[in-house]
């Protein structure tokens, strides 16, 4: 478990607590702790092998326990007792934006309200009004994030930052077994969606039993359907993991690894649609997949005695559609792009140069500046744009303008300083609800860069949502939109925008928009970025790192690009200083 996953847990017991009405400084303590292993920059887990756990800030003795429990067993029984003593739907309730334990427990103690259902319900009827502290707007906003929680497609999907995490750690435990040669990602993991249903493994064995009585082990066993047409020489099982998802794990020992990897990495309209091909191209195809069982068409000698393919690659080349990678695989014309041989030829994490959305401690970043840039620079980059926060986002430490101008001062005395990186001098400037910005135009003149973004009156309707964000779109100072749908997995599912809209004002006004690459955010998602594509809208891929283990996440953002079908040059953070400057106009 690592620093943010362990906080979350002791966080959740302070608000679980809290929900109990349990004792106020017991409650303080797990907040305070949580807080405390957020800002570490050390990973705990060392920490804790080194024995200096007491020597976190606000972890004492009794945390210190938890947090040991926590390393060890993946949760500690003060937390899985208290679980158990609330209905899970109450849970979910106080996940909820805007609704914290309190509200929870008045909810269910007024209004017997245990599941987001009976929550949707009773403000629809306008019952939640006549509680104490409440009213008509309280009701309201209660319902639209109840509802933006239950139409989120994904509420109950897994995201994808945290699935990988969990398949890197089953990966790990299987790769020592000796019954197993190799052990890799498919299905919806490996074609890299925001969120996963489940998480879907193929390993190579010589002997799938014993291969499977490894994976045995980690987990509680979880029933197989039976649609699973699996082809001779090789298993299948199913797990549940300890966070709740299942693993499913296929095991291959044949000459079939080829087409069962390539069917089992889907996804299934994809498989569908290339079976379509298949068939008229004269191929005979199987439920289990793409199968040559005419020999005679497979001149090249690509498959077994049963038709089957060793390698997945064969299978694209022999359909005559050359390699089609994980990520385009939807159906979404993947297909007849490779038949007509123009499949876009997609970015990968070497093609980047830069970062332009990065904080640093002068607002809600935990490093330093000059940490910032030599850490770029040792990742490669020729440059990072430093984007802290402007005024409005009072909770985030935003700068005043004052603070603004100092911060420039610091960022060129840094830039004069150290060499092999550039510092652009940037914010991220709020967009007030009336569409103004939170600086004046001298101060945004005086800055390399002005990425915008809306942080507060989210609730505002699509109408004026729409003008707001096209209005700052229109701002000769502005260069990037920020997340420009705002939706936080789990949390909200976005504002009510016209995506169409802003992308024709970005469009008009050489905008440039964000794939944020933060895991819980993802935004611009996959669709959105390939409609800005289609627009003519550049893109550029951002981690809105606000500590140094957060440049990594651009691997996220990469992904989201890739499920867009881009390339380099629809990516303008692709480009190498000199042209970044000239973007800039500086
Ligand atoms: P998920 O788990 O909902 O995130 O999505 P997937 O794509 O991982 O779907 P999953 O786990 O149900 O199945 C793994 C792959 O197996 C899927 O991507 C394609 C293949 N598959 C599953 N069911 C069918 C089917 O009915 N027809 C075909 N052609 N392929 C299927």
Redesign the pocket.
């Given at each position: 478990m690592d620093n943010a996953e362990i906080a979350d847990i002791l966080n959740r017991m302070g608000r679980l607590l809290e929900f109990m009405g349990g004792d106020p400084f017991k409650i303080m303590a797990y907040e305070k702790a949580a807080r405390s292993i957020k800002r570490l920059e050390m990973d705990i887990s060392s920490i804790h092998q080194e024995g200096h756990l007491s020597d976190v800030p606000n972890v004492g003795k009794a945390i210190e326990e938890k947090i040991e429990e926590l390393l060890t067993k993946g949760t500690f029984e003060a937390y899985e007792k208290t679980l158990a003593e609330i209905p899970p739907g109450i849970i979910e309730i106080m996940d909820i934006s805007g609704i914290g334990p309190k509200t929870a427990k008045i909810l269910y103690e007024r209004l017997a309200i245990e599941s987001t259902g009976e929550l949707i319900k009773a403000a629809e009827e306008h019952r939640i009004r006549r509680l104490p502290r409440m009213g008509p707007k309280q009701e309201e906003r209660i319902l639209k994030a109840a509802r933006n929680r239950v139409q989120s497609s994904d509420f109950r999907?897994t995201p994808l930052a945290v699935a990988t995490a969990i398949e890197q750690q089953i990966t790990e435990k299987l790769s020592v077994s000796p019954y197993i040669k190799k052990v890799v990602p498919?299905?919806?993991?490996r074609?890299k969606?925001e969120t996963?249903?489940?998480i879907?493994l193929f390993a190579l064995s010589d002997e799938p039993e014993k291969a499977i009585d490894a994976f045995m082990h980690l987990g509680k066993a979880a029933p197989v359907p039976e649609?699973r047409n699996l082809h001779e020489g090789s298993a299948h099982a199913a797990i549940v993991h300890e966070n709740g998802i299942r693993i499913?794990l296929y095991v291959c020992s044949g000459g079939c690894c080829g087409s069962l990897m390539q069917?089992?990495?889907?996804?299934?309209e994809h498989?569908?649609r290339l079976?379509e091909v298949a068939r008229a191209q004269g191929y005979t195809v199987s439920e289990k997949?793409l199968i040559c069982k005419e020999k005679s068409r497979d001149e090249e000698g690509l498959t077994n005695e049963a038709g089957e393919f060793s390698e997945e690659a064969d299978i694209y080349e022999l359909l005559g559609l050359g390699y089609l990678p994980p990520e385009l695989r939807e159906d979404r014309g993947e297909v007849e792009a490779g038949l007509e041989r123009r499949l876009p030829v997609l970015i990968e994490r070497k093609d980047i140069k830069g970062d332009l959305h990065v904080h640093s401690r002068w607002s809600d970043g935990r490093n330093t500046i000059e940490e910032l840039a030599l850490h770029a620079r040792g990742l490669g980059y020729e440059y990072i744009a430093i984007t802290d926060h402007s005024p409005s986002t009072g909770v985030a430490n935003g700068l005043s303008e004052q603070r603004l101008l100092d911060h420039i001062r610091e960022i060129d005395e840094i830039n004069d300083r150290i060499d092999g990186i550039r510092l652009l001098s940037g914010t991220e400037c709020d967009i007030r609800s009336d569409g103004r910005l939170d600086y004046s135009s001298e101060v945004l003149e005086g800055l390399d860069i002005v990425v915008v973004a809306v942080h507060a009156g989210l609730e505002q309707d699509r109408k004026s949502m729409t003008k707001r964000v096209i209005a700052a779109l229109e701002n000769e100072h502005v260069d990037i939109l920020a997340h420009p749908t705002g939706r936080k997995f789990g949390k909200r599912s976005g504002y009510d925008i016209d995506m169409e809209k802003v992308m024709q004002a970005a469009f008009d006004n050489d905008k440039v928009l964000e794939i944020n690459s933060s895991p819980s955010r993802l935004d611009l998602n996959d669709m959105h970025a390939r409609m800005a594509k289609e627009v003519g809208v550049k893109i550029a891929i951002n981690t809105d790192t606000h500590s140094l283990a957060h440049f990594d996440n651009i691997d996220y953002g990469i992904d989201v690009a890739r499920r867009a079908w881009l390339e380099p040059a629809d990516v303008v953070n692709t480009r190498g200083l000199k042209e970044i400057c000239s973007m800039l106009r500086i």
């Amino acid at each position: 478990m690592d620093n943010a996953e362990i906080a979350d847990i002791l966080n959740r017991m302070g608000r679980l607590l809290e929900f109990m009405g349990g004792d106020p400084f017991k409650i303080m303590a797990y907040e305070k702790a949580a807080r405390s292993i957020k800002r570490l920059e050390m990973d705990i887990s060392s920490i804790h092998q080194e024995g200096h756990l007491s020597d976190v800030p606000n972890v004492g003795k009794a945390i210190e326990e938890k947090i040991e429990e926590l390393l060890t067993k993946g949760t500690f029984e003060a937390y899985e007792k208290t679980l158990a003593e609330i209905p899970p739907g109450i849970i979910e309730i106080m996940d909820i934006s805007g609704i914290g334990p309190k509200t929870a427990k008045i909810l269910y103690e007024r209004l017997a309200i245990e599941s987001t259902g009976e929550l949707i319900k009773a403000a629809e009827e306008h019952r939640i009004r006549r509680l104490p502290r409440m009213g008509p707007k309280q009701e309201e906003r209660i319902l639209k994030a109840a509802r933006n929680r239950v139409q989120s497609s994904d509420f109950r999907r897994t995201p994808l930052a945290v699935a990988t995490a969990i398949e890197q750690q089953i990966t790990e435990k299987l790769s020592v077994s000796p019954y197993i040669k190799k052990v890799v990602p498919v299905g919806s993991l490996r074609r890299k969606m925001e969120t996963v249903g489940n998480i879907d493994l193929f390993a190579l064995s010589d002997e799938p039993e014993k291969a499977i009585d490894a994976f045995m082990h980690l987990g509680k066993a979880a029933p197989v359907p039976e649609i699973r047409n699996l082809h001779e020489g090789s298993a299948h099982a199913a797990i549940v993991h300890e966070n709740g998802i299942r693993i499913d794990l296929y095991v291959c020992s044949g000459g079939c690894c080829g087409s069962l990897m390539q069917y089992l990495t889907g996804s299934k309209e994809h498989n569908v649609r290339l079976q379509e091909v298949a068939r008229a191209q004269g191929y005979t195809v199987s439920e289990k997949g793409l199968i040559c069982k005419e020999k005679s068409r497979d001149e090249e000698g690509l498959t077994n005695e049963a038709g089957e393919f060793s390698e997945e690659a064969d299978i694209y080349e022999l359909l005559g559609l050359g390699y089609l990678p994980p990520e385009l695989r939807e159906d979404r014309g993947e297909v007849e792009a490779g038949l007509e041989r123009r499949l876009p030829v997609l970015i990968e994490r070497k093609d980047i140069k830069g970062d332009l959305h990065v904080h640093s401690r002068w607002s809600d970043g935990r490093n330093t500046i000059e940490e910032l840039a030599l850490h770029a620079r040792g990742l490669g980059y020729e440059y990072i744009a430093i984007t802290d926060h402007s005024p409005s986002t009072g909770v985030a430490n935003g700068l005043s303008e004052q603070r603004l101008l100092d911060h420039i001062r610091e960022i060129d005395e840094i830039n004069d300083r150290i060499d092999g990186i550039r510092l652009l001098s940037g914010t991220e400037c709020d967009i007030r609800s009336d569409g103004r910005l939170d600086y004046s135009s001298e101060v945004l003149e005086g800055l390399d860069i002005v990425v915008v973004a809306v942080h507060a009156g989210l609730e505002q309707d699509r109408k004026s949502m729409t003008k707001r964000v096209i209005a700052a779109l229109e701002n000769e100072h502005v260069d990037i939109l920020a997340h420009p749908t705002g939706r936080k997995f789990g949390k909200r599912s976005g504002y009510d925008i016209d995506m169409e809209k802003v992308m024709q004002a970005a469009f008009d006004n050489d905008k440039v928009l964000e794939i944020n690459s933060s895991p819980s955010r993802l935004d611009l998602n996959d669709m959105h970025a390939r409609m800005a594509k289609e627009v003519g809208v550049k893109i550029a891929i951002n981690t809105d790192t606000h500590s140094l283990a957060h440049f990594d996440n651009i691997d996220y953002g990469i992904d989201v690009a890739r499920r867009a079908w881009l390339e380099p040059a629809d990516v303008v953070n692709t480009r190498g200083l000199k042209e970044i400057c000239s973007m800039l106009r500086i």
